[in-house]
T-cell receptor, first 116, second 113 residues
Framework: AQTVTQSQPEMSVQEAETVTLSCTYD???????LFWYKQPPSRQMILVIR??????QNATENRFSVNFQKAAKSFSLKISDSQLGDAAMYFC?????????????FGTGTRLQVTL | DAMVIQNPRYQVTQFGKPVTLSCSQT?????MYWYQQKSSQAPKLLFH???????NEADTPDNFQSRRPNTSFCFLDIRSPGLGDAAMYLC????????????FGPGTRLTVL
């Protein structure tokens, strides 16, 4: 079974600074997708960024970018110019296709605190 | 705006008293998922529907059932809630195989007394 590991239970960053959240995963597949989801307190989980494994280019979405190292099975998230609204739980997730759906395996999450 | 809606947002039930959680979507996606998320843990997939085709995860307890009467609605039934079933229940949707991105609802927080 695929596993996703987030080794940083909590991180803190000052407003306007940059922070990197780590994620590693284990799979024997060659084609898959990776995601970072954000879950603010008492609010719904939203997609931050996705990466297709067959693409070598790292995905970027405005202030969010990833460092995808396929051979190392590493998928870190970099948040630039951190804002107070970035405070949330961040989940790394691995997606695999089955016959009827794509299924997500989540890591245990990293709680990000943003300070003034 | 297209969205995933869960009702109620907060549900309190008694030990052993059946409870039903509701999810609806305006995205017209063919896949609907139910996740259980316990405090400070990752979401855990319980089951999913692909159209009307029900797919149970191997480790989902029999106490959990689901119904999908039409494309828009999906229900999670907990037949005899135990204290260990207290959690946030998340509904998500996706359009398979067009996209693997899942869209989540706000969740229902279940308390078992």
């Amino acid at each position: 079974a695929q596993t996703v590991t987030q080794s940083q239970p909590e991180m803190s960053v000052q407003e306007a600074e940059t922070v990197t959240l780590s994620c590693t995963y284990d799979t024997s597949e060659s084609d898959y997708y990776l995601f970072w989801y954000k879950q603010p307190p008492s609010r719904q989980m939203i997609l931050v960024i996705r990466q297709e494994a067959y693409k070598q280019q790292n995905a970027t979405e405005n202030r969010f970018s990833v460092n995808f190292q396929k051979a190392a099975k590493s998928f870190s998230l970099k948040i630039s110019d951190s804002q107070l609204g970035d405070a949330a739980m961040y989940f790394c997730a691995y997606s695999e296709y089955t016959g009827t759906a794509s299924k997500l395996t989540f890591g245990t999450g990293t709680r990000l605190q943003v300070t003034l | 705006d297209a969205m995933v809606i869960q009702n109620p947002r907060y549900q309190v039930t008694q030990f052993g008293k059946p409870v039903t959680l509701s999810c609806s979507q305006t995205l017209n996606h063919n896949v609907m998922y139910w996740y259980q998320q316990k405090s400070s843990q990752a979401p855990k997939l319980l089951f999913h529907y692909y159209d009307k085709d029900f797919n149970n995860e191997a480790d989902t307890p029999d106490n959990f059932q689901s119904r999908r009467p039409n494309t828009s609605f999906c229900f999670l039934d907990i037949r005899s809630p135990g204290l260990g079933d207290a959690a946030m229940y998340l509904c998500a949707t996706a359009q398979f195989p067009s996209t693997d991105t899942q869209y989540f609802g706000p969740g229902t927080r279940l308390t078992v007394l």
